[in-house]
């Protein structure tokens, strides 16, 4: 994989920045409707004001404890509620997490992302966790987690044990959101990442576009993603991947210039957050996902596995990056670049 010289690198925001304005619907509405190439054209210029347009961010994302989870989100094969074939396991052992970790490391990553179906974690799954990130965090990579719902004090405990991120996707518009979830509230989604920013951990927090939605749907989830305050270091953009057995496996293929808008105006409305080509690269031809990094996204996840779902090979992104001349974040925290 080309590695760019240091002296060509610009560093990029790794605190946290306040909002920057609000943005109301309509306004991401406009947005959305700007003729294709303008949008990507504006999106570019806005990605290269604050980030090395070469760069990317390598996450690698294990579930570490797999299926069984009471929630019932449409999307989801983890759902206890839905017949999918996928099988209930327990918790890993740290020795097999820390191994894949370390391969993780070795092939480029900079963050290793761990995720339990849980609907939200009880104290002893706390303390277990923690020991876990505590191992990960010693291998010299951001360590993020998504474990669900937490009750109060449990962020600051992550962060404690040395969690850099935490994940807590807000799904899909607020006002569509009990349409697709039934178990909770966009409420509870807001609950816990208040808890998790009190405790000053960053925030990764993004969407899933193809359930369906509309257009100001995909805007609205753009909108309350955007006006979070500070905006989220990491905003993961998923395109669904259908699961037979889940009400969503039929759902209605998006067409691929609207999720490259949908990349475009999170980069326009969040300049500052890295965002991330997350679920559904599996069906993005080469040429469509090099037009996500045009417009502004810069993070994929890394690895030939999701949770549960299929990711591209490994081999593959490398070869992708070679071809696109791109090349990975170091694996260290970056500082603003703040001019020429």
């Known amino acids: 994989m080309n590695i760019a ?12 920045h306040p909002t920057a304005r609000y943005w ?3 306004q991401v509405e406009e947005l959305f409707a700007l003729p294709f190439l303008d949008l990507v054209y504006q999106a570019a210029e806005v990605h290269r004001a604050h980030f090395h347009p070469r760069e990317i961010q390598l996450s690698t994302l294990l579930s570490i404890k797999t299926g069984g989870c009471p929630e019932d989100c449409e999307y989801c094969p983890q759902s206890a509620h839905y017949n999918t074939g996928l099988g209930k396991s327990q918790m890993m ?17 900079s963050r290793f992302c761990m995720g339990a179906a849980w609907r939200g974690p009880k104290p002893k799954d706390v303390e277990t966790v923690s020991e876990i990130i505590k191992a990960v965090k010693g291998l010299g990579l951001e360590t993020c ?3 669900g719902m937490l009750e109060e004090g449990m962020a600051q405990d992550l962060k ?18 009990n349409d697709i979830i039934h178990t909770r509230r966009h409420e509870d989604r807001m609950d ?18 193809g359930m369906n939605e509309t257009r100001p749907e995909r805007a609205g ?24 057995g889940t009400p969503l496996a039929d759902a209605e293929d998006l067409d691929w210039t609207e999720f490259v808008r949908t990349v475009a105006v999170a980069r326009i409305t969040m300049p500052q957050s890295y965002v991330r080509l997350s679920a559904g690269r599996t069906a993005m031809p080469e040429a469509m996902q090099a037009m996500c990094f045009l417009a502004g996204a810069n993070s994929i996840f890394y690895g030939d596995k999701l949770l549960t779902t299929d990711n591209p090979e490994t081999d593959g992104d490398r070869l992708l990056m070679d071809k696109l001349d791109l090349y990975p974040l170091p694996c260290r925290e970056s500082v603003r670049h703040d001019g020429a």
């Open 145 to 147: 987690g998504t474990f």
């Open 160 to 177: 404690n044990a040395g969690l850099d991120y935490y994940n807590h996707n807000l799904d899909t518009d607020p006002d569509r959101y």
């Open 24 to 26: 109301r619907k309509c």
């Open 5 to 16: 010289p240091v002296a060509l690198r610009r560093q990029s925001a790794r605190t946290p």
């Open 93 to 109: 052992d740290v020795d097999e997490i820390l191994k894949i970790a370390q391969t993780a490391k070795a092939r480029g990553a």
């Open 221 to 244: 989830l753009i909108a309350s993603l955007a006006n979070l305050d500070p905006q989220p270091e990491s905003v993961p953009i998923n395109q669904l991947v259908k699961v037979e």
């Open 192 to 209: 816990t990442l208040g808890k998790v920013r009190g405790a000053g951990l960053k925030v990764c927090c993004g969407g899933i576009v």
